[in-house]
């Protein structure tokens, strides 16, 4: 079966970390980009961050999350993650991992998980 699934989502304090996971099957994950996006209520969803599907692809970040955020991915077990630290109120929002031929736009991506949802809220 092909699919993404996200985990990891949760309630968090502003300035705490989370690390998302998405694991995926039915995909040649090794010659796939990883993509993380997000959508907060009421607006479009937005490029996070992605990888190449090489060892030195080189990480893309938005301007929002770089330097506070870091995308990984470990292809012996099929998985990409997203580690957020220093996480703001403003990072609140529904996370989709994202599979494709790569970018910031969503166009790149073909294959979509369900979303998990980042509270940040004290």
């Known amino acids: 079966q092909v699919q993404l699934v996200e985990s990891g989502g949760g309630l968090v304090q502003p300035g705490g970390s989370l690390r998302l996971s998405c694991a995926a099957s039915g995909i040649t994950f090794s010659l796939t980009t990883m993509g993380w996006f997000r959508q907060a209520p009421g607006k479009e969803r937005e490029f996070v961050a992605a990888?190449?599907?090489?060892?030195?692809?080189?990480?893309m970040y938005s301007d929002s999350v770089k330097g506070r955020f870091d995308i990984s991915r470990d292809a012996a077990k099929n998985l990409a993650y997203l580690q957020m630290s220093s996480l703001t109120p403003e990072d609140t929002a529904v996370y989709y991992c994202?599979?494709?031929?790569?970018?910031?736009?969503?166009?790149?991506?073909?294959?979509w998980g369900q979303g998990t949802q980042v509270t940040v809220s004290s």
């Open positions: 994202a599979a494709g031929r790569g970018g910031m736009t969503s166009q790149g991506y073909d294959l």
């Open positions: 990888k190449g599907w090489s060892t030195w692809s080189s990480k």
